[in-house]
C-alpha cells in the first residue's frame, strides 16, 4: 500500500534527523544510510495500513517494532502511525544497521564495541511524552560530512540531497536528468569515499567549517530553489524541501551569526519564499512575477529578509548571496510591478556579474537590461550564452529570449521560442506556461 502524501512528507522531514542520530551514535554512514532508506521503506507501508498497526505486508519483524511501539504509547492516531514517528524510525533503523553489521564478519569487534557503548534502552522506544530525539546539530554535521572534500561538487550535492534533503534517488536523478541508476551509482560512491576517506560524525572545527562553508551553501541553495521551483513533475513548487532548506539554513545561521553570506542566503531564501503563495492559481498554474497579487506575499516574511539584508550588507566584503538577497529585496520592496526599480536592480546585477560571474547571472542580468534599455539590448546580451553548454539544453534561454522577443514586438520569433522552451522543461506547469504564451500569440 502506497504511503500518503502526508507520511510521506513526515518522512522526508524526519529522515535527516534519524540519519544524523544513527550515524552520531554507530559511525558507519553508508550502512547507517541503508538502513535508515530500509526504516523508511517499513515506515511508508505499515503507517497507514487503515486499522491494522502492524501493516500486514511488513514481515513479522517489523509488525513487532510497531507492536513494541504500541507498547510504549507508539501507535495511535490514524492507521499505524506510532505517537512517536521519529522514535520508532530510530528504533527500527538501529535494528536495521545492526543487523547489517552483524553480517559483517570482518567488522564483528567494532560493531560489539558500539553494542557495549551504547545505553541499555538504546533500542526501545521512549514512553510517552519523553523526548530522546536527536539534537538539531546532527543534521547540521550531517550536512558538513557531505560536503566533505574528498567528495566532488556532483558528489556532494546528490549525497546532500539524499541524506539531508530526504529526496529519492528518483527525484535526485530527475533534477539533474539522469538515469536513476547513474544517480544510484554516484550516491554509492560518495557514501563509499566518505567511509574511506574515514570520515568522522562531529561537528567540523572552525578552519575546517570555513573550508566548506561555500559547498554547504551552494548545497542549501540547490535545495531551496528545487523547492521553490521544482525541475521536474506535474507541482510547481515543493514546500517541503524549500521549507527544509530554510530550517538548516536558520540553524547554521545561528552557528554563524557573523558570516554576511549565511545571513545573505536566509534572506534571499525568505525574500523568494515570501511570493510563493501568489506564484500559482488553485489550478496549480504559473502566474509570473509581474502577475502577481502581491497582497498575497507574506509580509512577515518580507519584513523579516530586509531586515537581514541590512545585516548582511554590513559585512564586507559583500559576496553573491549578500547581493542576490539585495535584487530579491527590491523587488519585494515594490508596491506593483511598475513601481520596481529596475536602475537599482540592473546595478546590482553589474555587481553580481564581477563577484560571482555565470550563465544564469547573465541570463538575469539580460533582464534587468531589457527593462532598463529596451529588449533588444537584453536580446543583444543573451548571445553571449548561445554557445553556452550550461544553457545548452535549459529552458530558461529560450524563455527568457520569447518573452524578449514578444516584447521587441517580434511575434513569429517569440512564438517559437516559446514552443522551443516548453520542449525543454520537465516541469508540466511550466511547459503549460510556456504553450500558452506562445498559443496566445497565434
Not at 553480517?103 to 511524552?129: K, M, Q
Not at 544517480?183 to 562531529?202: C, L, P, T
Not at 504559473?286 to 523579516?304: F, I, K, N, S
Request: net charge neutral.
Amino acid at each position: 500500500m502506497p504511503a500518503t502524501a502526508a507520511t510521506e512528507d513526515l518522512l522526508r522531514r524526519l529522515a535527516p534527523q534519524v540519519l544524523g542520530a544513527l550515524v552520531r551514535r554507530y559511525g558507519h554512514f553508508d550502512a547507517a544510510e541503508d538502513a535508515v532508506q530500509e526504516a523508511l521503506l517499513a515506515a511508508a507501508r505499515q503507517w497507514d495500513a487503515d486499522g491494522d498497526p502492524a501493516g500486514g505486508a511488513g514481515g513479522a519483524g517489523e509488525a513487532g517494532e510497531v507492536s513494541e511501539a504500541g507498547g510504549a504509547g507508539g501507535a495511535g492516531g490514524s492507521g499505524g502511525r506510532p505517537q512517536n514517528p521519529l522514535g520508532w524510525l530510530i528504533r527500527v533503523a538501529s535494528r536495521r544497521l545492526t543487523d547489517i553489521l552483524r553480517a559483517e564478519e570482518a567488522r564483528r569487534r567494532r560493531e560489539e564495541r558500539v553494542a557495549a557503548s551504547a545505553p541499555r534502552d538504546e533500542l526501545l522506544a521512549p514512553p510517552p511524552g519523553e523526548s530522546r530525539a536527536p539534537s538539531k546539530d546532527d543534521t547540521l554535521t550531517l550536512l558538513f560530512l557531505c560536503c566533505h572534500p574528498v567528495l566532488g561538487h556532483e558528489a556532494r550535492t546528490a549525497l546532500t540531497l539524499r541524506a539531508v534533503g530526504g529526496l529519492t534517488t528518483a527525484e535526485i536523478a530527475r533534477a539533474y536528468l539522469v538515469p536513476e541508476a547513474t544517480m544510484a551509482q554516484r550516491v554509492s560512491r560518495a557514501k563509499r569515499r566518505i567511509k574511506e576517506a574515514g570520515a568522522r560524525f562531529v561537528p567540523p572545527g572552525e578552519r575546517e567549517r570555513a573550508e566548506r562553508l561555500g559547498d554547504v551553501l551552494h548545497v542549501l541553495y540547490l535545495i531551496f530553489n528545487e523547492g521553490y521551483t521544482a525541475t521536474a513533475g506535474s507541482s510547481l513548487q515543493r514546500h517541503e524541501l524549500a521549507g527544509e532548506a530554510i530550517r538548516l539554513t536558520r540553524a547554521l545561521r545561528a552557528l554563524l551569526p557573523a558570516n554576511g553570506e549565511v545571513t545573505g542566503l536566509l534572506a534571499l531564501m525568505l525574500l523568494t519564499d515570501a511570493r510563493r503563495a501568489a506564484r500559482s492559481r488553485p489550478d496549480g498554474s504559473l502566474v509570473p512575477l509581474d502577475e502577481q497579487d502581491r497582497t498575497l506575499w507574506d509580509r512577515g516574511a518580507v519584513t523579516e529578509g530586509l531586515a537581514l539584508v541590512t545585516e548582511a550588507l554590513s559585512h564586507k566584503p559583500v559576496g553573491s548571496y549578500q547581493l542576490q538577497a539585495a535584487i530579491a529585496a527590491v523587488h519585494d520592496e515594490a508596491a506593483s510591478a511598475q513601481d520596481t526599480d529596475w536602475p537599482q536592480i540592473l546595478a546590482l546585477y553589474g555587481l553580481l556579474e564581477r563577484v560571482a560571474p555565470g550563465p544564469v547571472v547573465t541570463l538575469n542580468h539580460a533582464v534587468a537590461a531589457a527593462m532598463v534599455h529596451g529588449p533588444r539590448v537584453g536580446l543583444s546580451m543573451l548571445a553571449a550564452l548561445e554557445d553556452e553548454p550550461a544553457m545548452e539544453r535549459h529552458h530558461r534561454l529560450g524563455a527568457v529570449r520569447a518573452h524578449l522577443l514578444e516584447r521587441a514586438g517580434d511575434r513569429e520569433a517569440a512564438r517559437a521560442a516559446y514552443s522551443a522552451a516548453a520542449e525543454l522543461t520537465l516541469s508540466l506547469p511550466e511547459r503549460r506556461y510556456l504553450l500558452a504564451r506562445a498559443a496566445r500569440l497565434g
